[in-house]
């Protein structure tokens, strides 16, 4: 028998047309003697097939039946799989009823599957294939049944007549089953008409979508605020009323064997580096597994180093950062079920920008900008600045400082490592739960929260009061940071620094530092260093980095991989004749 | 082996810091002990064997550009003669880096963690650097242009505060005793000096070699300018005191008091000089393995970095009393040797065999003719 991983790489999705040697070997042919056979003449006769198939295992199976059981054999896995590539290989005959009887069979036991059999208007005998709520049935009856029923072909039997009567303009033909479920699974309706060898494949798919909201997690103050919703084609909508010129390019890619997921590559063409594209192709493309269920799964097999704690490409769910990263030229990854757009290629200094900073006055934003880096310094470090001054450093804290601080450690168990790992797991613990409990119960969490992390604590005598300080400055800096899962990121790299901290005093920090630091310079993102402009330095690019400088003066694109062509993106002459005319 | 490009100012970069890292904190007190109020001076005459070692470097590398000292010395002394040589030189590195290794270690053992074991410092310090040396040549050279700034500003932040203690009267009498008291502190410098020969093994990666020569000068530069600065203010400061600390750089910072907040701030000088370290360590690291790989003819030099960091590790306990005798004069007789001797050496074979292998050819050539 073949292993079960292999026999699922020849499952019926995977595009190839399966071919005999795909089918399952020995064990099954002792239980289903004539399938080979039925195979071969599968292509003569569909519509006679599934009561062969089932002849020929009532024969094979005689034994039970004599022995008493009434009940068919259950058919096995390989069995079931076996017959749905062969429904899939088929092709679309001109026989109206083998055609039905495929679709039927293919669709067996999904009972929102819908096959409408009507008779075309002094035409050919047709038959309308859709699924219950996928497609929308207003548009089917409109646009499809009443010209089809009402109008006519006037008695011509071929199918141009019919895409003359049938006034959606969104069709295509299929030649085969495979695509012909392809079709109808995305909410397509299919037609197949009596003497005609392809069907026509009507889209009227019904999207069930809920309204555009501002995202959650990313919100302005100023600046637009729809984001991202769970429909591809809404999704590429809104970046296509952003950018309206035919350079944005969208290369469709299916990914999943079960879900198909639609994915989509959206870039710039002239701006993005087309070898970036044909990467990101290749790695998509890689992807061989049944479901995607988000673009975090996406994320997680083109990434090019899975074990890193730290984000590696750019996650959002707003259309402006989305568009804004295009004209840098990078590209987007937008896939259907989710509302996040994956960015790529990402690095540390673009994931620390708000959208807000563009949206304010470039002078503000810096500052901003700094404020947000001082204060994530703050994250990484504090708690463990804290501790390696209290057990090693005490000599740089000021004298009466220090004696506040022993004075009310006095009465602590614990040294200050313990302190601080007990206080900074437990916030972790409450922001989580804050996360995840039912809003209900919220408001629950958060009193105990100001219990367990305050002025209940320290009078219980089991933390200090600046350790509550250092906890409440770390949480509170943790959430400057931009983009979340770069934020979770830099929160749990803290605790190896601690525990160094805590064994080394400020020596360890320093090496828990360049460790890290080491890590991020050795990181890339699709062929870009982590650190891009800071390491190696790009002095073009720093003008957005550690400032944000005003528009105008942004000159050039940001120079991302190897390439460098089409640089300039304002053109200051022009800018200034104008003004100053 | 390594595929990895680098600039020729990241090099400089690289090798000035790395040249820096111990000169800053030990020198003083090095060059004072002999030097005395002249010892500003030594530096700035130290500089011209810096620079004589830099050109013999970049001269070399013209000649051979793909190749690092080792291969071009098997080229030129003949394979025996240059493995053997390679070793020795290999041996070199390595003792010179554990020399500081051992610095490093008793520094921190001595000021900060004082109950540490010492294993436990040089470990996870050598560690460190095996991790970026792993990362390849492009890691090591992005990892000390990265942390410049940082260094800069803390060096800065360490130097501005004390402008105000400056007392210009202790470098009075100038040259009382003529040039031999600077001249003896320059010589005592060449414990530092001679480590800008481990350039070497990062030439053959630069890729606008055009500019290497005035980048490698500019690094000789910088480095003396800092090396002078920084005896500036320890001497104005502490006069004739300063050969009597271990650290007078660190004593500098003891001295800071800033609005009777920001005290103490040798915490600092200790995170700058961790940095440092880790950039000398790292710039040494790098040469010995693949220096080591070039001279066995092995494929691949990231397998070398981890035994090679601790037999470093060994190598700084290893038959090394005090810190002292990092300093003495066999030493420093050891590392010109090395540093200044063997690449003047093969410069000088380099040009003899350019001269005579053409004569070689030609009498060939001559000799084909009459037969």
Known sequence: MTHPKDERSTQPDVGAAPSSDAMPDNGTQSTNGSNTDNQNQAQQSAQQ??????????????????????????????????????????????????????????????????????????????SLVYLDGLSDMRLIDLQILTPLQHTGTDGAHNKEAVVKCVTISAMLEAMDFENVADKIGYGHAVLFMDGVTSALVYDVINPIIRSIEEPEAETVVRGPREGFVESIRTNTTMLRRRLHTPALKMKPI?????????????????????????????????????????????EEWVEDNPLSPFPQLMSTERPDV????????KI????????????????????????????????????????????????????????????????MLPTSLLLTIAVSREQIPFPALVEAL????????????????????????????????????????????????VVAITAVSSFLIPNYSLGIAIRFIRFPIML?????????????????????????????????????????????????????????????????????????????????? | MERGRISAAQVAVLSFMAVTATSLLTAPTVASSVAKQDM?????????????????????????????????????????????????????????????????????KMTFLLTTPALVIAGSMILVCALIVRGGVETVARFATLLLPVVVVLILML??????????????PVLSEGMTPPLKGAFRLMSWVPVFTFMNFYLPFVSNKRHMLGWAFGSVAIFTVILFVTFIFVYAILGDATPIYVYPFMVLARFISLTEFFEHLESLVMMVWVVEIVIRITFGLFSASIGLAQCLGLPQYRPLVLPISMIMVLFSYWGITNVEFVFSPEIVMYYLTFGLLLPLLLYLASLMKRRFGKQQKDTEEKGEYAV
């Open chain 1, 49 to 126: 097939q599934p009561s062969q198939e089932q002849k020929a295992s009532s024969n094979s199976t005689n034994a039970a039946y004599n022995s008493g059981i009434q009940m068919a054999p259950t058919p096995s896995v390989e069995e079931v799989l076996a017959y749905q590539r062969q429904l899939l290989s088929l092709p679309v005959t001109g026989k109206l009823q083998d055609n039905i009887n495929t679709v039927r069979e293919l669709f067996k036991d999904c009972s929102d599957i819908i096959v409408h059999e009507f008779d075309i208007l002094n035409g050919p005998a047709a």
């Open chain 1, 254 to 298: 299916f990914i999943g064997r079960y879900t198909k997921t639609a994915t989509v590559i959206a870039f710039i063409e002239g701006i993005a580096d087309p070898n970036l594209v044909k990467e990101m192709e290749g790695r998509l493309s890689a992807i061989d597994v049944d479901g995607m269920t988000d673009t975090s799964l996406i």
């Open chain 1, 322 to 329: 989305v568009t804004a990263h295009l004209l840098e030229g």
């Open chain 1, 332 to 395: 987007a990854l937008i896939s259907d079920g989710s509302p996040v757009a994956l960015i790529a290629p990402a690095s540390f200094m673009s994931m620390m920008q708000s959208p807000e900073d563009f949206y304010q006055r470039s002078i503000v934003a810096t500052a901003i900008r700094w404020l947000r880096m001082l204060f994530s310094l703050i994250t990484i470090f504090g708690p463990s600045f804290y501790v390696a001054v209290l057990s090693y450093h005490q000599e």
């Open chain 1, 422 to 469: 007990l206080m900074e797991i437990t916030f972790e613990a409450l922001r989580e739960a804050g996360i995840r409990l039912p809003r209900q119960v919220g408001s629950a969490v958060s009193i105990v929260g100001a219990l367990v992390i305050g002025q209940a604590a320290i009078a219980a005598g089991i933390v200090s009061s600046p350790m509550v300080m």
């Open chain 1, 500 to 581: 160094c901290a805590g064994i080394l005093g400020l020596y360890g920090i320093v090496l828990a530092a360049l460790v890290i630091l080491i890590h991020l310079m050795t990181l890339r993102s699709f062929g870009v260093p982590y650190l891009s402009p800071l390491a190696p330095v790009q002095t073009s690019q720093l003008k957005d980095t550690l400032i944000r400088t005003s528009s105008p003066h942004a000159l050039t694109r940001p120079h991302l991989t190897g390439s460098f062509f089409n640089r300039i993106r304002i053109r200051t002459e022009l800018y200034k004749s104008r003004r100053n005319s």
């Open chain 2, 40 to 108: 500003w001076l030594s530096p700035i005459l130290a500089s011209t064997v810096g620079f004589l070692i830099v050109w013999l470097l970049v001269k070399l590398n013209q000649a051979y550009p793909n190749q690092t000292l080792i291969e071009y010395m098997k080229k030129l002394l003949g394979r025996p003669l240059g493995v053997t040589i390679g070793l020795l030189y290999l041996l070199f590195i390595i003792q010179t880096t554990a020399n500081v290794l051992r610095q490093f270690t008793d520094f921190i």
């Open chain 2, 159 to 172: 130097y501005m505060p004390t402008i105000k203690d400056i007392n210009a009267h202790n470098f009075e």
